[in-house]
């Protein structure tokens, strides 16, 4: 049974930065795919950044050029480096990946992570 286990958020200063880890433990044939979300309260879950089987990436306007997702296989954990934060990304991130294991294919979500930039 895949779990996605989520760490690094906490409190920075504008300018700073924070990586990210989403960690998928049990048994796991393959990633087809995967991505970092976020939320602030009262307002819907914004799709940040997104990584294809083959490694290619893309990124919500608002963090391009900031933000770098990317995974390590060997680990099985994918990671969004955040740099030169600013007020605005506060919010709780969560991670997804699509995984096959045991020949099931399916989404699993991390339990989301606080991210909290000061001024």
């Given at each position: 049974q895949v779990q996605l286990v989520e760490s690094g958020g906490g409190l920075v200063q504008a300018g700073g930065?924070?990586?990210l880890s989403c960690a998928a433990s049990g048994s796991m044939f393959g990633f087809n795919g995967g991505?970092?979300?976020?939320?602030?309260?009262?307002?819907?879950?914004?799709?940040?950044?997104h990584i294809t089987s083959d490694g290619s990436t893309s990124y919500a306007d608002s963090v391009k050029g900031r933000f770098t997702i990317s995974r390590d296989s060997a680990k099985n954990t994918m990671y969004l480096q955040m740099d030169s934060l600013k007020l605005e990304d506060t919010a709780v991130y969560y991670c997804h990946q699509d995984l096959t294991d045991w020949f099931k294919r399916r989404d699993y979500w991390g339990q989301g992570t606080q991210v909290t930039v000061s001024s």
């Open positions: 930065s924070l990586r991505g970092w979300y976020r939320q602030v309260p009262g307002e819907q879950r914004e799709l940040v950044a």
